[in-house]
Protein backbone atom coordinates (compact mmCIF):
# COMPACT_ATOMS: atom_id res chain seq x y z
CA UNK A 1 0.00 0.00 0.00
CA UNK A 2 1.59 3.70 -1.04
CA UNK A 3 2.43 5.69 1.59
CA UNK A 4 0.17 8.86 0.22
CA UNK A 5 0.74 11.98 2.67
CA UNK A 6 -1.34 15.27 1.80
CA UNK A 7 0.20 18.52 3.29
CA UNK A 8 -2.94 21.18 3.41
CA UNK A 9 -2.35 24.74 3.69
CA UNK A 10 -3.02 27.81 2.95
CA UNK A 11 0.28 28.95 1.95
CA UNK A 12 -0.24 32.31 1.09
CA UNK A 13 3.12 32.60 0.96
CA UNK A 14 5.02 29.48 0.00
CA UNK A 15 7.60 29.66 2.45
CA UNK A 16 11.35 27.87 2.91
CA UNK A 17 9.95 26.63 5.98
CA UNK A 18 6.81 24.73 3.96
CA UNK A 19 9.59 23.93 1.25
CA UNK A 20 12.15 22.42 4.30
CA UNK A 21 8.75 20.44 5.34
CA UNK A 22 7.88 18.66 2.02
CA UNK A 23 11.91 17.85 1.60
CA UNK A 24 11.91 16.14 4.66
CA UNK A 25 8.09 14.66 4.29
CA UNK A 26 9.10 13.22 0.45
CA UNK A 27 11.96 10.85 2.38
CA UNK A 28 9.06 9.58 4.86
CA UNK A 29 5.96 9.03 2.18
CA UNK A 30 5.89 7.55 -1.07
CA UNK A 31 3.74 10.59 -2.22
CA UNK A 32 3.13 13.52 -0.89
CA UNK A 33 -0.19 15.97 -2.08
CA UNK A 34 0.24 19.49 -1.18
CA UNK A 35 -3.23 20.94 -0.86
CA UNK A 36 -3.55 24.69 -1.70
CA UNK A 37 -7.08 25.41 0.38
CA UNK A 38 -8.93 28.11 2.32
CA UNK A 39 -8.46 29.64 5.44
CA UNK A 40 -11.56 31.49 6.05
CA UNK A 41 -9.85 33.27 8.96
CA UNK A 42 -7.05 34.65 6.58
CA UNK A 43 -7.15 37.75 4.22
CA UNK A 44 -5.88 36.05 1.04
CA UNK A 45 -2.60 38.09 -0.88
CA UNK A 46 -2.52 35.14 -3.76
CA UNK A 47 -5.46 34.28 -5.57
CA UNK A 48 -5.89 30.41 -5.41
CA UNK A 49 -4.24 29.75 -9.18
CA UNK A 50 -0.92 32.24 -8.30
CA UNK A 51 -0.43 29.75 -4.82
CA UNK A 52 -0.56 26.74 -6.68
CA UNK A 53 1.60 28.55 -9.62
CA UNK A 54 4.00 29.71 -6.80
CA UNK A 55 4.21 26.32 -4.95
CA UNK A 56 4.43 23.99 -8.03
CA UNK A 57 7.05 26.30 -9.16
CA UNK A 58 8.98 26.00 -5.87
CA UNK A 59 8.94 22.34 -5.49
CA UNK A 60 10.69 21.13 -8.94
CA UNK A 61 13.23 18.66 -8.43
CA UNK A 62 11.30 16.64 -5.71
CA UNK A 63 9.85 13.86 -7.99
CA UNK A 64 7.27 12.38 -5.38
CA UNK A 65 5.40 15.91 -4.72
CA UNK A 66 2.17 17.06 -6.70
CA UNK A 67 0.24 19.99 -6.19
CA UNK A 68 -3.06 20.90 -6.75
CA UNK A 69 -5.55 23.28 -5.73
CA UNK A 70 -8.67 22.63 -3.20
CA UNK A 71 -10.35 25.73 -2.32
CA UNK A 72 -13.51 25.60 0.03
CA UNK A 73 -12.94 21.85 1.18
CA UNK A 74 -12.18 19.77 4.40
CA UNK A 75 -9.00 18.63 4.10
CA UNK A 76 -10.67 14.86 5.30
CA UNK A 77 -12.63 15.02 2.23
CA UNK A 78 -9.68 16.12 -0.35
CA UNK A 79 -7.28 13.39 1.80
CA UNK A 80 -9.82 10.89 0.64
CA UNK A 81 -10.13 12.16 -3.09
CA UNK A 82 -5.53 11.95 -3.40
CA UNK A 83 -5.64 8.60 -1.33
CA UNK A 84 -4.37 9.63 1.82
CA UNK A 85 -4.30 7.67 4.89
CA UNK A 86 -1.95 11.11 6.46
CA UNK A 87 -2.15 14.31 7.26
CA UNK A 88 1.42 16.46 7.47
CA UNK A 89 1.87 19.21 9.22
CA UNK A 90 5.17 21.34 10.28
CA UNK A 91 5.18 22.91 13.89
CA UNK A 92 7.38 25.97 14.93
CA UNK A 93 7.21 26.41 18.14
CA UNK A 94 4.35 25.36 21.26
CA UNK A 95 1.48 27.57 19.93
CA UNK A 96 1.14 25.82 16.36
CA UNK A 97 1.37 22.30 18.79
CA UNK A 98 -1.94 23.64 20.39
CA UNK A 99 -3.52 24.57 17.30
CA UNK A 100 -2.59 22.19 15.57
CA UNK A 101 -3.20 19.06 17.96
CA UNK A 102 -7.15 20.62 17.54
CA UNK A 103 -6.72 20.42 14.15
CA UNK A 104 -5.75 16.89 14.08
CA UNK A 105 -8.76 16.20 16.43
CA UNK A 106 -11.82 17.73 14.75
CA UNK A 107 -10.21 15.57 11.61
CA UNK A 108 -9.77 12.68 13.30
CA UNK A 109 -14.11 12.99 13.92
CA UNK A 110 -14.20 13.39 10.54
CA UNK A 111 -12.49 9.97 9.26
CA UNK A 112 -11.24 7.86 11.95
CA UNK A 113 -8.72 6.52 9.58
CA UNK A 114 -6.48 9.63 9.01
CA UNK A 115 -3.16 10.34 10.64
CA UNK A 116 -1.69 13.41 11.50
CA UNK A 117 2.11 13.22 11.18
CA UNK A 118 4.18 16.58 12.93
CA UNK A 119 7.48 17.65 11.51
CA UNK A 120 9.34 20.07 13.77
CA UNK A 121 10.84 23.16 11.82
CA UNK A 122 14.68 23.43 11.52
CA UNK A 123 15.90 26.32 13.66
CA UNK A 124 16.60 28.52 10.27
CA UNK A 125 13.00 28.51 10.10
CA UNK A 126 11.16 28.08 12.93
CA UNK A 127 10.14 31.98 13.18
CA UNK A 128 9.22 32.24 9.62
CA UNK A 129 5.49 32.79 9.16
CA UNK A 130 3.36 33.90 5.91
CA UNK A 131 1.92 36.61 7.97
CA UNK A 132 5.32 37.95 8.75
CA UNK A 133 6.98 37.64 5.27
CA UNK A 134 3.64 39.70 3.87
CA UNK A 135 4.29 42.22 6.63
CA UNK A 136 8.08 42.73 5.63
CA UNK A 137 7.45 42.46 1.65
CA UNK A 138 4.20 45.35 2.03
CA UNK A 139 7.21 47.32 4.01
CA UNK A 140 9.97 47.01 1.51
CA UNK A 141 12.17 44.69 3.50
CA UNK A 142 14.19 41.74 2.00
CA UNK A 143 12.20 38.31 2.14
CA UNK A 144 14.72 36.46 -0.14
CA UNK A 145 16.16 34.50 2.47
CA UNK A 146 12.90 33.15 3.63
CA UNK A 147 11.00 32.19 0.61
CA UNK A 148 11.91 30.27 -2.25
CA UNK A 149 13.02 32.65 -5.52
CA UNK A 150 10.00 32.38 -7.35
CA UNK A 151 7.92 33.39 -4.39
CA UNK A 152 10.39 36.16 -3.79
CA UNK A 153 10.07 37.89 -7.48
CA UNK A 154 6.14 37.36 -6.96
CA UNK A 155 5.63 38.80 -3.86
CA UNK A 156 8.08 42.14 -5.34
CA UNK A 157 5.75 41.97 -7.98
CA UNK A 158 2.51 42.13 -5.99
CA UNK A 159 3.54 44.45 -3.35
CA UNK A 160 4.09 46.61 -6.68
CA UNK A 161 0.89 46.45 -7.57
CA UNK A 162 -0.85 47.41 -4.63
CA UNK A 163 1.34 50.77 -4.66
CA UNK A 164 3.08 52.09 -1.88
CA UNK A 165 0.15 52.46 0.32
CA UNK A 166 0.24 49.28 2.42
CA UNK A 167 -3.01 49.66 4.06
Avoid: C, W
Wanted: net charge negative; charged share 15%; aromatic share 8%.
Amino acid sequence: MKRIALFPGSFDPFTNGHLQTVQRASKLFDEVVIAVMTNVSKQGLFTPAEKEALVVGAIQGIPNVQVMAAPNQLTVQVAETVGAKFLLRGLRNESDFTYEAGIAQINRTQDASIETVFLYADSDTAFVSSSMIKEVARFGGDVSGLVPANVATALAAKMASLGSDPA
